[in-house]
Structures are given as structure tokens and as C-alpha cells.
T-cell receptor, first 113, second 118 residues
Framework: GNSVTQMEGPVTLSEEAFLTINCTYT??????LFWYVQYPGEGLQLLLK?????DKGSNKGFEATYRKETTSFHLEKGSVQVSDSAVYFC????????????FGQGTTLQVKP | DAGVTQSPTHLIKTRGQHVTLRCSPI?????VSWYQQVLGQGPQFIFQ???????GRGNFPDRFSARQFPNYSSELNVNALLLGDSALYLC?????????????????FGQGTRLTVV
């Protein structure tokens, strides 16, 4: 079935370090791919998205490129801040008409000053 | 503009009771989806409603039901609560039907309702 796999956390980085959170997916057809962020005690916020192969989504210094050949959508940021500490979820949608987003298990990022 | 609003924010119920959770979508959005997020896991899809009709259902028992009203707000009902139903319940709204062909749309989430079953 369709699924999303993220690297296990927690990921602990120092401020200004480079961030990569790996995400791979299994899906039939051509899904859209998303990264959502969840700050403590809050709901999910859309961080970025890509709707077709080779698209690059970007927002707030974060980037991810839709790689169909490797079925991946890795999240990167060149210089993290303490305020980036949160849980990050990779997700896919658009497979069939069920209307559901399929999420990975989430990766906790902790950035230390 | 107001985002997706959910009520209540927190709720404590006893096993066997019934609960109703409410969601108001972003103005102009016609689709509402419900997700269950158990602590430490990603959200799991429960339902999608579009134009007041159920358009998708996840792998949840019949104790879970939902409906969408003419103003596009929605309710999620859970009967005969179990301890395992304790979770954060998230509502998401979108302009169109997620997953439909030729619809490039995205979901906007509310803050969630934290349900604790004791």
C-alpha cells in the first residue's frame, strides 16, 4: 500500500547547523508531497509542498525536491534556529479519490543555542 | 481571516461514553477532513467530507461517524469510547476535494481537540 517513511528522531543540532530530514515514499501514480510542522501543543502547519517530479518546494529557508527516481522528498535547511525546534511530518496525497493525506511517523528536531 | 477552528480544545471522557467534536473550516472551503493523532505518531485519516457528502473513509470502526452541515462545518462523533481513543483529533479544511483528479489543493489544519478517555 501507499506509505511514507521518515528518518527516526530525535535530531539534535546546534544553532546554525545544516539540517536534513530524510523522507521516502511508496505510492502508485503521481502523488503530491508535503512537509508539515507541528510546534508543541499546536496543530499542523503546512511548511512546503511539491506536486510533480523535480518540483522544489521552499518556505522560510526550508527546501525539499520531489525526486521520482529515488521516491524521496528530503527536507533541508542551511542554518537552523532554536525556533525551528518542532516535529516535522512528511506526507503524500492525491492517490485516488479517497482524499486522504498519508503521513510519516514524524521527526522531532531540537535545536540548541 | 479566521483559520480552521475546533472545539472544544480539551476534553476528558469516561470509557463507554459518547463524544462530539466540532470543526469550522476556513471561509469558502467546502471540504473538511478528520484525523486522529496518537501521541508520538503521525496523523491517521478518519474521514473526508466534500459538499456535505462523505468522500473518503479511513480504517476506523463504525463507532466513528461524522457529518457536514450546509455551512460546511462538521462534527465528528465517537460512540462507546475506549481508552485507545485518547488522542489529538485534527480537522483540516481545503477549498476542493483532496485527492480528486485535476484538483491541486492542500489541507489547512486546526489546533486540534485533545481527547482523554479515562
Amino acid at each position: 500500500g501507499n506509505s511514507v517513511t521518515q528518518m527516526e528522531g530525535p535530531v539534535t543540532l546546534s544553532e546554525e547547523a545544516f539540517l536534513t530530514i530524510n523522507c521516502t515514499y511508496t505510492a502508485t501514480g503521481y502523488p503530491s508531497l508535503f512537509w508539515y510542522v507541528q510546534y508543541p501543543g499546536e496543530g499542523l502547519q503546512l511548511l512546503l509542498k511539491a506536486t510533480k517530479a523535480d518540483d522544489k518546494g521552499s518556505n522560510k529557508g526550508f527546501e525539499a525536491t520531489y525526486r521520482k527516481e529515488t521516491t524521496s522528498f528530503h527536507l533541508e535547511k542551511g542554518s537552523v534556529q532554536v525556533s525551528d525546534s518542532a516535529v516535522y511530518f512528511c506526507a503524500l496525497s492525491g492517490v485516488g479519490n479517497t482524499g486522504k493525506l498519508i503521513f510519516g511517523q514524524g521527526t522531532t528536531l531540537q535545536v540548541k543555542p | 481571516d479566521a483559520g480552521v477552528t475546533q472545539s472544544p480544545t480539551h476534553l476528558i471522557k469516561t470509557r463507554g461514553q459518547h463524544v462530539t467534536l466540532r470543526c469550522s473550516p476556513i471561509s469558502g472551503h467546502k471540504s473538511v477532513s478528520w484525523y486522529q493523532q496518537v501521541l508520538g505518531q503521525g496523523p491517521q485519516f478518519i474521514f473526508q467530507y466534500y459538499e456535505k457528502e462523505e468522500r473518503g473513509r479511513g480504517n476506523f470502526p463504525d463507532r466513528f461517524s461524522a457529518r457536514q452541515f450546509p455551512n460546511y462545518s462538521s462534527e465528528l462523533n465517537v460512540n462507546a469510547l475506549l481508552l485507545g481513543d485518547s488522542a489529538l483529533y485534527l480537522c483540516a479544511s481545503s477549498p476542493g476535494q483532496l485527492g480528486a483528479l485535476n484538483m491541486n489543493t492542500e489541507a489547512f489544519f486546526g489546533q486540534g481537540t485533545r481527547l482523554t478517555v479515562v
